[in-house]
């Protein structure tokens, strides 16, 4: 090992599949002098390095490119992701001293119950104090927090009821073993923050999982540029280091990292992300070019104007901020349910206590069935419904590439009746692919490939993408070179052969390439942005689902119309980001709660404002931060799955909210009639919450 | 009675080590990366290197 000073990196490797791949990867990382050690996260599809501090992002990245994966570097992550999984750890916590102290009141307990009596009864009663209380206290204080603050606004929440019951609860409890009484409902305290506690946890886990996965996407794109220093030499600088008066050198196929003004090179830009503009545009010197924006053909030198958070358009940014106000007035389904739920409590827990004492019982029995009562409608299998069918629907979607952020998105989605859906990016790939690679004869595929797969133009990509599914190999060619801005040269059986820009500008703006032997052309190959291969069929998924689609793009009617067509579809063209808000709010009037697709800076207000939202991996910065979810990978289909896994959750839901009720219909009037018994309440409470996690699990299979 | 004397300081002391053996796991990050954990059982080591 070096004596120079290591640091810590993060990447997020999206394509770690196997136990192949974390070997591949930790094994063959350490094999470069300067990379220390390697550890692989399956879970979060994340690697960790150590390396010698002056190694370069590029090398890194080559490294991983080297063993045939694609990383993104993870930025350290930003301080309120940290307090986040402090919150869950801090819960996670929270539950094992709770479950400690259940099974330990527990095993105390049932000898309770199994009959011991005097002295021994009292021993026990007191052991379970002494184990009960400091777990209320350290367990109980996300209840306490939440109740405190819901009370100082004036308002009530579900943890008002479990506050106030979980005290009153050890408070008659110590009364009872103080005065060596019967029944002493300790074990009942720990269980009830027991479950609540593993409910808490469960919902804190989704949000934190979707989270990682999101962070991990976020850095997907222009994370750094080559600087070109004032000595002449070029060195890589992070997105977040960028400064004004810059220069940036941005090879064809970088995204740009910052925004600026070109000062060299002239080449064209795919502005999808930004506007949703299929056609790339040509810049040269002195035009304005904006960070996330793809350079697609020549090198360009770019002398940064704005960097980092200055870059998003003020515009868009003022529009979103707008937007998101609807979406927060959105109140979850569990505090619809507490709103009810919570003073109907109280008001049982105060008629039990009146009732009985004006039927003579004396203070100490009232209190006790009050007590009894809370106990028994405390809303244990309600904690435990929302999170838990939550976490499970959420899981099996992470499966199938699908990132929910929380449990309200889930609800939202489950609403919606109408999708306004982005074209660019979206509907289609958003990247441009070869057309036409089926009428190319064997050899010519296979000499294009050899020149294609020397480069890392997107249009090379693309063809050596394309090709790669018609099963040809390479041609063998030797003294492969690449002048940027035109192509690739070659020589094979003595000719010489060339890939690159057509000769003939016939074909005008629309991205093309040529390849030619001996300066003869010989094949011209066409690219344009395609359809995801199931778009048709997630449309028509939806539809059958009730949900009517219409598309809503920022492109030309031109580029819209046959993608229209083909889906079938009404579309809207040429909107800007105020059209497309515009648009919701019409939907809205009428009554519909919209999905909104998209993937653009563009569509970032209307992410925000529909009444639920998703991006495609793909998407931009801006995209993905306001959509409510995020799916992953080629294929559009995810979009209508979400939907029916939404409203598949929202169902069982609703169930168990019903299962919950049904339960205290039959238990309350046993708490009632002073029945409950600290055993009754155990068996009762256990028992709702299996039932209520068993329900739930049934969304396991739900997503075929 | 007497037997309680030991037996229940015994069951709350081994209740009390499986309490802090979680927690120890949760610090030393045991938990992070469940699915990997699985999977790390297919991965051969290469010769002369530590995991």
Redesign the interface.
């Known amino acids: 090992m070096t004596a120079t000073a290591l640091v810590e990196r993060d990447f997020a490797v999206p394509d770690i599949r196997?136990?192949?791949c974390?070997?591949k990867l930790?094994?063959g990382l350490?094999r470069d002098r300067r990379i220390a050690a390697a550890r692989?996260?399956?879970?979060?599809k994340r690697v960790h390095l150590s390396c010698t501090a002056d190694t370069d992002m590029p090398d890194l990245i080559g490294a991983f490119s080297n063993l045939g994966f694609e990383a993104h570097p993870i930025g350290s992550g930003p301080e309120e992701a940290d307090a986040e999984a402090e919150t869950s750890?801090e819960l996670?916590?929270a539950v094992?001293?709770s479950g400690?102290a259940m099974?330990?009141i527990m095993?105390?307990s049932v000898s309770v119950w199994s009959g011991a009596a005097g002295?021994?009864r009292d021993?026990f009663h007191w052991?379970s104090a002494a184990?009960a209380l400091p777990t209320v206290v350290y367990a109980g204080r996300p209840f306490f927090r939440s109740a405190w603050r819901a009370l100082r606004h004036g308002r009530t929440n579900m943890d008002v009821p479990i506050s106030i019951g979980v005290a009153l609860v050890c408070a008659i409890s110590m009364y009872e073993t103080a005065t060596s009484g019967p029944h002493a409902y300790f074990d009942g305290a720990a269980m009830l923050l027991f479950f609540l506690l593993c409910g808490r946890w469960l919902d804190s886990v989704m949000r934190d999982r979707a989270r990682g996965g999101v962070t991990a996407l976020l850095r997907n794109m222009g994370t750094g540029a080559m600087v070109l220093g004032n000595d002449g030499r070029s060195r890589w600088v992070d997105a977040t280091a960028l400064e004004p008066d810059m220069v940036m050198l941005v090879a064809a196929g970088e995204r740009l990292s910052a925004d600026g003004v070109v000062i060299g090179g002239a080449s064209q830009l795919d502005l999808s992300l930004l506007t949703g503009e299929s056609a790339p545009q040509p810049v040269r010197p002195d035009d304005r070019v904006h960070a996330g924006t793809l350079n697609l053909d020549a090198p360009i030198r770019v002398c940064v104007t704005a960097a980092g958070a200055d870059t998003a358009i003020a515009d868009i940014a003022r529009l979103m901020g707008e937007a998101a106000q609807g979406k927060s007035r959105y109140v979850r389904i569990a505090d619809r349910a507490a709103r009810l739920y919570a003073p109907a409590v109280h008001c049982l827990a105060l008629i039990a206590f009146a009732g009985w004492m004006i039927a003579g019982a004396g203070w100490h029995h009232s209190l006790l069935i009050a007590a009894a009562v809370l106990i028994i409608t405390c809303p244990c299998a309600l904690g435990l419904a929302v999170p838990a069918a939550q976490i499970v629907a959420a899981g099996e979607l992470m499966r199938a590439g699908v990132l929910i952020k929380d449990g309200s998105a889930l609800e939202r989605l489950a609403e919606v009746d109408r999708a306004l859906v982005d074209k660019t990016g979206t509907l289609t790939l958003g990247r441009p692919e070869a057309i036409g690679l089926e009428r190319l004869d064997i050899g010519v595929k296979s000499l294009i490939l050899s020149l294609s797969q020397a480069s890392r133009h997107p249009l090379s990509e693309a063809l050596t993408r394309g090709l790669q599914a018609y099963d040809v190999r390479p041609a063998e060619v030797k003294s492969i070179r690449e002048t940027p801005g035109f192509g690739i040269e070659a020589h094979w059986a003595g000719r010489v052969v060339t890939l690159g820009r057509p000769q003939d500008a016939v074909l005008g703006d629309a991205l093309a390439t040529e390849l030619s032997v001996d300066g003869r052309t010989v094949a011209t190959i066409r690219f344009a942005d395609r359809l995801r291969p199931d778009a048709a069929e997630a449309v028509d998924a939806l539809g059958r689902q009730g949900i009517e689609s219409m598309i809503l793009s920022g492109d030309r009617a031109g580029a819209v119309a046959p993608v229209a067509r083909e889906l079938g579809l009404t579309a809207q063209t040429g909107m800007s980001p105020q059209d497309k808000l515009a648009a919701i709010d019409r939907q809205v009037a009428l009554g519909h709660k919209v999905l909104m697709i998209g993937d653009g800076l563009n569509d970032g207000p209307a992410l925000a404002a529909g009444h639920a939202s998703m991006a495609p991996g793909s998407a931009s910065d801006v995209g993905k931060n306001a959509a409510d979810c995020i799916f992953l990978g080629d294929r559009l289909m995810p979009v209508a799955q979400t939907v029916r896994m939404a409203r598949r959750a929202q169902a069982i839901v609703r169930q168990n909210f019903a299962l919950a009720i049904g339960y205290n219909m039959i238990a309350v009037p046993l708490a009632f009639l002073g029945f409950v018994t600290p055993l009754v309440a155990a068996i009762a409470m256990s028992g709702s919450s299996l039932i209520v996690v068993g329900n739930a699990l049934r969304l396991k299979w739900a997503i075929q | 009675m007497n037997g309680l004397i030991f037996l229940i300081p015994i069951a709350l002391g081994l209740g009390l080590l499986g309490l802090a053996a979680f927690f120890w796991s949760l610090k030393k990050g045991q938990f992070d990366d469940l699915d990997g954990a699985a999977l790390r059982i297919f991965v051969e080591d290469e010769e002369g290197r530590e995991s």
């Open positions: 196997c136990a192949g974390i070997a930790e094994q350490v692989v996260n399956f879970t979060e750890r996670l916590r094992a001293v400690f099974m330990n095993l105390l002295a021994t021993l052991l184990i």
